[in-house]
């Protein structure tokens, strides 16, 4: 009887052992499919895609229209054409940068004059475009004077902006803090890729092709879709004669290689990359 007893209190315990068990085996179930649902929702946080890729053309040269706008129509891939409003070829080529805007591209704010911070080293900066003789409040006209400009060619009142030579500071404060309703966001130089919730929309940084491979471009691709970035990529010259350049095959390579990962990438003007980031982030205050 006394051995009955016992085997029914052992049943009982190993029944409770049982119990345990699989609770916790459910509880890991549980655990590893949100851990699992979490991941999916990063993974497909830039409008459903993985990553965004951002491609932007400075300083309005004639490659841009020349070599790099006929690859991105041909691809239907949409860009960010930083304008230097009194560049030479904006003078000369007005109505075909107008033409832009109708293809889908962002004509964004690169100043009237290209103004940068001279001094050692930069001597190519002429006395009148050194940021060193500007005050805050002429920066400030400078750059609504070439909103105004661009809103002549397409008609737009929201557009991003990019610092040129990566130079934010006038008499040591950062402009950029009194416009911030004059632009959507602005574009620095710094090489790093962020996730969508650590985008700074003042300061977004990017990579700066200076002669790089479509390899070595590609490695900053992969790496975006990997981490899910933003990635925003910064083009000067194209094929050739500007110090800053990227060869015409290596550009076409580097476009195709995004249209081919386009169920990966989202490809954007980085005006709508930013008012995206603006909607996803959560007590987003500007
Ligand atoms: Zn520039």
Not at 73 to 88: C, V
């Amino acid at each position: 009887m006394g051995e009955y007893v016992e085997k029914k209190e052992e049943t009982k315990i190993n029944k409770y052992l049982k119990w345990t068990k699989m609770k916790n085996i459910i509880l890991l179930l549980l655990l590893a499919a949100s851990m699992y649902q979490q991941a999916r929702g990063q993974d497909k946080e830039w409008k459903g895609k993985k990553c965004a890729v951002v491609l932007t053309y400075d300083d309005a040269l004639d490659q841009h229209l020349d070599n790099a706008l006929p690859v991105l129509d041909s691809l239907g891939l949409k860009a960010t054409f930083y304008i230097t409003a009194f560049s030479g070829s904006v003078q000369k080529r007005l109505q075909e940068w107008k033409q832009l805007d109708k293809k889908g591209h962002e004509l964004g704010n690169h100043t009237l004059f290209h103004p940068c911070i001279g001094g050692a080293g930069r001597e190519w900066v002429s006395k009148q475009n050194d940021l060193r003789n500007y005050s805050v409040r002429r920066i400030e006209n400078e750059l609504r004077m070439t909103n105004l400009f661009l809103q002549a060619l397409d008609g737009k009142t929201k557009r991003t902006f990019a610092f040129t030579c990566g130079d934010m500071k006038v008499d040591d404060s950062l402009f950029i803090n009194g416009m911030k309703n004059d632009f959507a966001g602005a574009r620095a130089v710094r090489n790093e890729m962020h996730k969508l919730n650590e985008v700074n929309l003042y300061n977004i940084d990017c990579y700066m092709v200076n002669n790089h491979s479509f390899e070595e471009m590609k490695a900053w691709v992969d790496k975006a879709i990997q981490t899910n970035s933003l990635l925003v990529l910064l083009f000067h010259g194209v094929g050739g004669g500007n110090s800053l350049d990227v060869s015409i095959a290596a550009h076409r390579e580097l476009l195709l290689y995004i249209t081919q990962k386009q169920n990966e990438i989202w490809t954007a003007p980085l005006i709508e990359v930013a008012e995206y980031i603006r909607q996803q982030q959560p007590g987003f205050k500007h």
